[in-house]
Nanobody
Framework: VQLQASGGGLVQTGGSLRLSCVSSDSISRAAMGWFRQAPGKERELVAAIGRGGSAYYGDSVKGRLTVSRDNAKKMVILQMNSLKPDDSAVYYC????????????????????WGQGTLVTVSS
């Protein structure tokens, strides 16, 4: 399975970005997650979506980010609004093919496949 993340870029505070993650394989059996890592900081789960569509959001992004999935297109979308400088990081998508239907994994060790990352920079 290969995951390709895209959509990052430079945006001003308050702006929006839409990140996409396309898989080489079907994602219908996978829970999908979006993580981010800023320089000098630990990797952080920002959003995840289970096989059944249930979503999880990190406290720092609740109300600003929305995760969705399109199984037919093998794609997961992260819509990011009201961006802040603290949102600047490399964003990675990941897939957990062992997730049960109702599971929305938060532990990064649960995810077997990772994309290459896309850089998001929010200017103040």
């Amino acid at each position: 399975v290969q995951l390709q993340a895209s959509g990052g870029g430079l945006v001003q505070t308050g702006g929006s970005l839409r990140l996409s993650c396309v898989s080489s394989d079907s994602i219908s059996r996978a829970a999908m997650g979006w993580f981010r890592q800023a320089p000098g900081k630990e990797r952080e789960l920002v959003a995840a979506i289970g096989r059944g569509g249930s979503a999880y959001y990190g406290d720092s992004v609740k109300g600003r980010l929305t995760v969705s999935r399109d199984n037919a297109k093998k794609m997961v979308i992260l819509q990011m609004n009201s961006l802040k400088p603290d949102d600047s990081a490399v964003y990675y998508c990941a897939a957990d093919y062992n997730a049960i239907l109702t599971s929305v994994p938060q532990d990064p060790d649960r995810y077997e496949y990772w994309g290459q990352g896309t850089l998001v920079t929010v200017s103040s």
